[in-house]
């Protein structure tokens, strides 16, 4: 995945499925740990830290994760117990 590319084909995208504010910035935090992990398929990150990353609550975090996969900017899995989700940034370039 290319930082660069994703980010102009984000802002291209957002012209036809807008986010709001808070799915941009969880939607940046996602790009930014993916990042660190190395473009990894696929990828688990504790609410907690998407929280911190984003400067949203732990609710909002929710709310924005639900919109990004409504709106196909992400794929992810909840699993059970205290266990992270599981996610996929899908390419947008």
């Known amino acids: ?3 660069i590319l994703e980010i102009k084909a984000f802002y291209d995208r ?3 499925k807008p986010l709001s504010a808070s ?3 969880l939607w940046y935090a996602l790009m930014h740990i993916n990042n660190k ?3 990894a398929e696929e990828f688990s990150v504790p609410v907690t830290v998407l929280s911190l990353k984003s400067g949203l609550s732990e609710r909002s975090v929710s709310n ?3 919109e990004l996969e ?3 900017y992400i794929d992810f899995r909840s699993r059970e117990g205290n266990r992270s989700a599981i996610y ?3 390419g947008l370039s």
Do not use: P, Q, S
């Open 64 to 66: 924005a994760r639900n």
């Open 23 to 25: 799915g941009i910035a």
């Open 70 to 72: 409504t709106k196909g």
């Open 1 to 3: 995945m290319n930082y």
């Open 14 to 16: 957002l012209e036809v």
């Open 37 to 39: 992990a190395g473009w």
């Open 88 to 90: 996929k940034l899908n």
